[in-house]
């Protein structure tokens, strides 16, 4: 596969994605955020299986951890990292309209490179910075102005950005090296499908019943969502560095306001479209501005 191939791909499921940002919201309607995310991550892993036993027999993900016991660990934080960030996703989503949440789940782009340099002690790149400064301000201008429940879930939004920023640079690491895409999508999607199930058994106690209406929401967004757009992004980022593919998937955020539009009626002010602009510039910076154009870097040093 080329690399524009892959971005292709991942251009794809920031459509999948976005559009799903409506079944995320209307699913919970008669469920509770972590209900309607065991559902949804049920109907993905099943939707995944065939195609990840298929290629098990091929190439067994059981027999590579027998030579290599902490990949087991890293694959694992794919599901652990998966679970926080849709969990903050989907408790924020009953608080903030579908733009906020989709224009401030953008900010892992900044956050990539920001997560990078804290474990592997890479120099963040003087546009990242000013990318950073541009998203605080524009986060500020895209919640300032709404009510304090608005602005917790807004809240929400941003600290599931670093998991998002996490399991974005956890894929990165785990596939250059390692071509078993639709089994490790398999297995993180089971993983949080398990943690859900326990939080939503524990807190909501959901009732078989209370399932029914959300059916259309659970399929949606566990289908197109998790079997189709979480297993493709896999698949493509093995042929993009983490960086590049961050900047493409938070075109996710133009996909999902333009669904809360189309199909909600959401509409948001003029502060918080500006703000949205500024969330959008700050991607744009820091993926296509030149390095040389900002000379500042900030390294990690070891005392």
Known sequence: MTRNQAHLILILVTILWGFTFVAQKTGMETLGPMSFTAARYFVGSIGILPIAFLEYKKNSFITLIKSDKFLALKVFGLGLFMF??????QI??????????????????????FMSWIVSQNPIKGKIWLALVISVFGSWMLSGSGTLLSQWGDLLIIASVFFWAGHILLIDNLTKNINMPFQFSLIQSFICFILALCFSSALEMPQLIDFAPAIPEIIIAGFFSVTLGFSLQIVGQRYSDPTTSAFILSLESI????AG????SQIIGASSLFGCA???????????????WISVRIIWRKD
Request: with cysteine.
């Open 255 to 258: 996909f999902g306001a333009l």
């Open 92 to 113: 924020a989503l009953q608080y903030t309209n579908i733009a906020n949440a989709a224009f401030l789940t953008a900010l892992y782009v900044p956050a990539v490179p």
């Open 261 to 264: 539009w189309l199909l909600l």
């Open 278 to 292: 500024l969330i959008f510039f700050a991607v744009i910076i820091a993926d296509v501005l030149p390095d040389h």
């Open 84 to 89: 926080c960030g849709i969990s903050l996703q």
